[in-house]
Antibody, heavy 122, light 109 residues
């Protein structure tokens, strides 16, 4: 069974850091691009970042550029979040791109984790 | 503010059909595949349509997608009360070099 399991969320003060992890299983991880998507309370999903299957190219939303770093290793996807702000408060999901061409970061997201909650507050 | 615009809500009676529009631009919908997602409260979005009109395994053929120019449409036939959810379109935007989601549409049966 294809599965994604996020961890690492929690309560952090403004300006603080967190690292999210997403453990993947049931598919050839390196063959697929991956994304992080977040959803603030009562809002729609917002794409945060994507990485190609090889890890060679990364993409970021303007709202997190320079503060967040996406990476991958073996069967785990990461999101390092620095200089956190109140507006980063959200449920963070990792998601797999449906195309097995690992360079296709922009196709549909067919597998999602259950999400991990990040709360930025003093 | 999203670059993909959807109607805030649509409604129809059980058994009827609804369509949801997603309006974008040349830098996103015209040049890239469109996907559609269904989301129930408290759960992750679920892929309904990818590559404009393809359905993942397990998605009933009551759900269909189409694209023309800078707009895309999701159709749902044979509406069921279990279809009540929020629906989002999504695609890559070449100008932003990022993935964008639509503003979302709440379907009421």
């Amino acid at each position: 069974e294809v599965q994604l399991l996020e961890s690492g969320g929690g309560l952090v003060q403004p300006g603080g850091s967190l690292r999210l992890s997403c453990a993947a299983s049931g598919f050839t991880f390196g063959s697929y691009a991956m994304s992080w998507v977040r959803q603030a309370p009562g809002k729609g999903p917002e794409w945060v970042s994507a990485i190609t299957g090889s890890g060679g190219r990364t993409y970021y939303a303007d709202s997190v550029k320079g503060r967040f770093t996406i990476s991958r290793d073996k069967n785990t996807l990461y999101l390092q979040m620095n200089s956190l702000r109140a507006e980063d408060t959200a449920v963070y999901y990792c998601a797999k791109v449906e195309d097995d061409n690992g360079d296709q970061v922009g196709n549909g997201l067919d597998v999602w984790g259950q999400g991990t909650t990040v709360t930025v507050s003093s | 503010q999203s670059v993909l615009t959807q109607p805030p809500s649509v409604s129809a009676a059980s058994g009827q059909k609804v369509t949801i529009s997603c309006s974008g631009s040349t830098s996103n919908i015209r040049k890239n595949y469109v996907s559609w997602y269904q989301q129930f409260p408290g759960t992750a979005p679920k892929l309904l349509i990818y590559e404009n009109n393809k359905r993942p395994s397990g998605i009933p053929d009551r759900f269909s997608g189409s694209k023309s120019g800078t707009s895309a449409t999701l159709g749902i036939t044979g509406l069921q009360t279990g279809d009540e959810a929020d629906f989002y379109c999504g695609t890559w935007d070449n100008s932003l070099s990022g993935y964008v989601f639509g503003t979302g549409t709440k379907v009421t049966v």
